[in-house]
Each structure stands twice: as C-alpha cells, then as structure tokens.
C-alpha cells in the first residue's frame, strides 16, 4: 500500500485524511546511528540534528512505497527546511501544512482552510475523490486506535508494562496501515488483561518531557538506570492519543478542532502552557521526577526551560534538564546526570 | 543646482555628513519612550517585522528590544548580558539578541546601555522567527504584562495562489482583532485618519531609503555600510513617524551629490560585494577592514529589508486606504523571510542590478532561519549564475562567537579569487 511521509516535529499531521485518500499516514523518524553526511551540504551543523538526521535518510531514499511528502508547521526548522526537501527530494506530492501556532478561533478557521487546501491537492495529485464518508471512517478508526492506545497507557500505570516497550508500540501505530496497528494494540491490550506485575515497585515513576524523543533505546537507557516512564507528554507518547476526534461534526472542522485543542506542544502558543499539561499528569500520576531531554540545537524546548524549572522548584517535584546529541554513542555521557537525579529522588 | 547646494561641495567620506543626524533621531526616539512614561503614555514592546505602524497609528510609543539589543552590542555590554541570561538557564545555541535582552532587563540596564523599559503590553510575531513569539513570551511573563502575538504562516516554495489569499486573511483578521486588543488594554480609539498618516509616513520612509539604495548601484558606490547598518533603525523604530524621513532625504541629496560629481564612498572602489545577513553589532569596524582591499558592501538585503513596501500588489493608495490588507499582505512578502526561490532568483536580480562582485554570507550562529537554507542559496548562486561567495560564521550579538583573525584569511582569499576573476 502507498504511503504518504510526514516530516513533523509533533503531531500535528491530520492522518485522517492521509487515509480517507487511499494512503497510509507513514512518520518518519530519525536513525541515531546514522551521521549526517549528505545533509550537512544544506544545513548548518549548528542546526537540530534530528531534522538533519531526517533529510540524510530522505536523500538516501525513503521507503519505496511512500509517495508524497507532508510537512507540518512546527519549529522554525521543520518550516525553513520544507524548502531544502523540495530541492532534494522528487515527489511529485510535497506539501507544507500551516497548522497554526495560535489555538484560538482565528486560527480554527484558518486551518480549516488549510485543512481543505490538503485536502484538495492531494485529490488534484492523485486523481482521487476524498469524500465526508471516507474522513468518517477514518476518524473512527482513529479514535478507536486513540482509545486503545490511551487503555494500554494505563497499563504503565499499573506496572505491568514497560515505558519503553509502550514507546515503541506508539511508534509502530504511527507507520502501520491502521488496521494492522489495531489489530496489534488489541492483541497486545488482551495479554496486558491478563498479565501480572512485571515490573518492580522499586522503579522511579517519572514524567517524561521535551523534544519528541523517537529513539526506545533513551527509555530502555532510563529504565537501566532504575526509573520507570509512567507517563510522557511527548508525540510518541500521549499526545498522539489524550483527546479523541469529534465524530458528530463536520469532519474538516472535527479533525481541526482536535489538534487545535488537544495538549499544547512547544511549538506552539503559549507554550508555557505545555507546564499545565505537566503539572496535570505529575500529580495524576504521582511521578517523583520530571525529564526533560532536549535534542540539541531544539529551541521550543530550549526557551521553555528554564520556565519549567521555575514551575516545578515551586511545585516541589524534583526536575532534570538534560540535552542530548542524536546518536546512541552519546547516551553514555548522559549516564551520570541521569544516574546522579535517580540518587536525588 | 542651488547657490547654496555648491557651497556643499561633495567630498569623498566614508560616512555621509547626513548619518550624522542619525544619532540625534535616534536620540529622540529613547527620549519620547522616555517621556511617555512620564506623561503616563501606552507604550509597547514590538519584534522587528511587526507592524509598528499601528501602535502609532493607537498613540502607543513603541520600543524595539532588537534595537536595543544591538545599543548594548555596540556598547561592548552584550557579551555580559548574553552570560547572565545563560546563568538563568538559557541555552547558549540561543539567539543571542533575545539574551542579551534577558541580561539587559535582570542588571536593570539603562538605554544607553541598551536597557529597556516595562511595556503596557508586548506585540510579537512569527513573521521572521519563532524565537520573537518565546522571546515575548518570556518576558511577558517576567513583567506579568499582556502579550498579544500575531502567527504568520510560512510560504515555502511551492505556496499556491489561492493559499497566499487565505494566509493573507487569517492575518487581517488578526490584525482587526489587535486593534480590539489595544482598545481594551489602552483605552485609546483606533482612528482611521491618524493611521492613514502613519501609513502615508511610512510608505515615505521606505521610499526614499529605496531611492538611496538606488543610487548605491552607481560606480562608484556613493554609500558604504557606515550609512547603512545604523540608518536602517528609523525603519523599523520610527515608521510613521515625520523626522526621519527628512533624515533619510539628506542622506538621500548627499549621496546623489556625490554621485553626480563621480565620487565614491572609497577613494578606489575595485570589489563591490553583498552582505547577506546581520551584522556585527558589537565590532562594526570589522567590516571597515574590507576598504585595504579597496571592497565596498553595496547592498545588505537585511537593511533593505525593512523598507518593506517592495511587493508590487501593495501601491500607496492601498497603504492610504487599506492599511491593515497592505500590512498583511506585506507581512507575507517580507525580502527577510522569502522562500528559497524567490530568495535564490532576488539575489541573481540583485547582484546583477548592483553590479556586484561577489558575496558575503553570513551564517549566524545564533539565528538559524536565517543561515537556513544559506548553503543551498550558495550553491545555485555559484553553480547556476557563476557568483562568487563565501560563507563566514559568526554571530550578530555574541562576540564570543567570531573568530577575527580567520575570519578576515577567508575574507581574504575570497578578495583573491575576486581579483584573479577580474583578470580573466
């Protein structure tokens, strides 16, 4: 089945209608044990490197059956670089998503016009119809993926699944065809009913937070080190799943309605209410730390910083900031800031 | 030419005798924010890009921290404001105009130093970054004022028509709905005369600083950066203002002096070269070395940038009549943050309009949307259009961050590879 790739750096891609076209909604993520080569000749190295990690790949080739690209407006780099993909990619779908910063009634409108606009290129491009019914469908199937996702975070909760063993999963649903996704998130939600306490009370449950973290070998490296994500607001994580699609309404204006009002990102404004979002699961949760990783050169995650340090010294939960170069060889540096907060809390 | 026109006679300066007043502009700019506060007067940070006018057009003073940023830069404080803001936690890969903000407003810094005072409320914009929208955020909350932020959407290359015109509404609407904003905050009316003469003042600005620009394609360049870097402030602190167009108009009549008697800013102009990018606020006279090679800057797309009325579609009876349609569709159509191919073929117009010999791109550390996309602007400019350029690191606000010493050996090099071009 043809794929569509999406180059963001949230979650701010409406897949619906990616499926209602026909397509599978295919994210890219970055390989960390690959180094930027190719990539460097567009961008400066003092540019985020998950996103140079992305363009290496893509100029490389991508998985043979994607055929167009869509790009979503998120930091400052995913929107200049949609420029350097048109110069080194060939497809003959490439398409940069104004999903907007702002989250108010201005900015709903817009993007349903821009939601529309996507719509509408991806019908003129591949000569196909997109149909209110087809959207339905694929909201549906969505929210069901949505719910199931948000039931097998629980299971986190209860220790019985691992943090990054949820991650992992979260990221198979966002490059399978969605029916093999639910198949494999209802298999998986059977097993967790029936199974016991897996992991140990000593573990430090933790919320995890910052750049969207796509490598499971950094929470594989956290839970070594005795801490256990219990919960995340990351785009490979809860975001992808906390609110649901409205299936009553106009699906155009459903689809945009949710991303608008689901859990703000960084990216977007004001993103010093990403804190709320935080302080909202830290005590829903009672994690005993919060970890912030920021990719290297991430600025949304950068100016809020110190901001969240701030908020949670006051809240009184224990806060580590971390950033981190995207390759594997790294995470040992950050064995002692990591093992050094675990002895803190 | 008038009696007194040829007592001037005009002699060969690096600088303009006109720029002079520029310190007295400016001067009376930091003395009225001074005085609205003391009159009790609204008065608003705004990011540069953001459309200052309608402050003006509201009688609110408007204060630019960019500006300011680089008063401290010049002044040789910025590295120590830049150090402090990383003491609160701020990243060091951060812009470093937004640091030395932060360090600004924590030392309780003076204008002089570069200090800015609390706002009534903060007007930011994504039209050129999104660190404007963090920056404002982050201060806004520091001083616990209101903060309203418009978000621009981004063009990219393969932006279609029937996009451009919606992007352009979603921005009048927001425009419309800051003006509501500033009612509720200032209590002041919007009036429809007032902002047609901030308009008009505007559009009048622009204008002249575009015929100035003119007359720097002339050999030999009557105007080097000396005139240019400082004198682009009015534009983005004073739009709408009357005094520094009168200002830019002896500037203006100085420089076409110059150019009707032959005479250059350089006493030899052998290399006519492009600064794509922000200075070196804090080391201005680095760019001074350029004149022992005989090279001159004789077009910056940053200081020309902000003489924004360049869009064909924006003429002065829509600046008179729709002011808040003209900003929005000036807004999108900014020179600053062109897509990489209106960007790649401006450059090829520019350097063949200008005459110029090569170019000087700087890659700013601290400012990634602007060296984003730089590498692959060089590229076709070199390998489509056979334009020297070099690229040179470094950063606007951060002295740290410039290596002189090899910075001047590529700049060097470069003027070698210039001269040997000449020779074929």
Known sequence: MKKIGIFDSGVETPEEIIMAAGF???????????????????????????????????????????????????????????????????????????????????????????????????????????????????????????????????????????????????????????????????????????????????????????????????????????????????GVGTKYFWNSVSENENPIEAIAKYHITKPIYSTKFPSYERYNVLEFLAKKYQVVGVINIAQKFCEPVLYDHPYLHKKFKELGIPYLFVEMTYNRESYSQLNTRFSAFAEMI | MSAKEKSIKPQHNKMLNATQGLKNIMGRHFLAIEQAYRDGKPTAWATSGSPVEMLYAMDVQP?????????????????????????????????????????????????????????????????????????????????????????????????????????????????????????????????????????????????????????????????????????????????????????????YKEAKMRVDEGIGALEKEDFRLMFEGIPFWYNLKYFGQLERWNAIIVYEPYTYAFSKYMNPKVTKEMVLNKPIEAMSELMLSFWYVYDLETRIKKFEETVKDWSIDGVLLHNNLSCRPNSCGMYDLKRHLMDDYDIPCLIIDADMNDPRKLNETQTLNQIESFIEILRQRKKT
């Not at chain 1, 093999?180 to 298999?187: F, P, Q, V, Y």
């Not at chain 2, 701020?90 to 204008?111: E, I, P, Q, R």
């Not at chain 2, 616990?144 to 621009?152: C, K, L, M, T």
């Not at chain 2, 505007?202 to 050999?219: A, T």
């Open chain 2, 63 to 251: 204060m630019l921290p960019e500006n300011s940023a680089t008063v401290s830069a010049a002044q040789k404080y910025s590295q120590n404001f830049i150090e402090l803001a990383e003491a609160e936690g701020f990243s060091y890969d951060l812009c470093s105009y937004f640091k030395t903000n932060v360090g600004a407003v924590l030392s309780n810094a003076g204008m002089a130093e570069g200090g800015t005072r609390k706002p009534s409320f903060m007007l930011s914009t994504d039209v050129i970054c999104d660190t404007h929208v963090n920056w404002f955020q982050v201060q806004a909350e520091r001083f616990n004022v209101p903060h309203y932020s418009i978000d621009v959407p981004h063009v990219v290359s393969n932006t279609t028509n029937r996009q451009y015109n919606y992007f352009k509404n979603y921005i009048t609407e927001q425009l419309y709905e800051f003006i509501d904003f500033m009612q509720e905050v200032t209590g002041h009316e919007y009036n429809e005369e007032n902002a047609r003469q901030v308009s008009e003042n505007s559009w009048n600005l622009s204008k002249v600083w575009q015929d100035i620009y003119e007359l720097r394609k002339c050999i030999p360049c009557p105007i080097s950066t000396r005139d240019t870097f400082g004198g682009l402030f009015p534009l983005f602190t004073m739009p709408g203002l009357k005094e520094p167009i009168k200002l830019y108009k002896r500037m």
């Open chain 1, 24 to 234: 599978v909604p295919f994210r890219l993520f970055g390989d960390p044990t690959l180094q930027p080569e190719k990539a460097n000749e567009h961008i400066p190295p003092t540019h985020c490197i998950w996103t140079r990690n992305l363009l290496e790949q893509a100029i490389a080739g991508l998985d043979e059956d994607i055929v167009g690209i869509v790009s979503s407006h998120g930091c400052d780099r995913t929107n200049r670089e949609f420029d350097i993909w048109l110069e080194c990619l060939n497809y003959k779908f490439m398409f940069f998503l104004n999903s907007p910063r702002k989250r108010d009634d201005v900015a709903f409108k817009f993007f349903i016009d821009d939601l529309i606009e996507f719509k509408n290129q991806l019908q003129d491009t591949f000569n196909i119809e997109i149909t209110d019914e087809k959207l339905k469908v694929s909201i549906q199937k969505m929210n069901k993926i949505r719910k199931l996702l948000k039931e097998i975070s629980e299971y986190r909760t209860k220790y019985i699944l691992k943090g990054s063993e949820f991650h992992a999963l979260v990221k198979k649903v966002q490059q399978y065809p969605k029916d093999d996704a639910l198949h494999i998130l209802e298999t998986r939600l059977k097993e967790l009913k029936e199974s016991r306490v897996l992991i140990s009370n000593d573990m430090k449950p933790i919320l995890l937070t910052g750049s969207d973290i796509d490598d499971t070998e950094l929470i594989v490296l956290l839970e070594s080190l005795g801490f256990h994500v219990i919960i995340d607001d990351l």
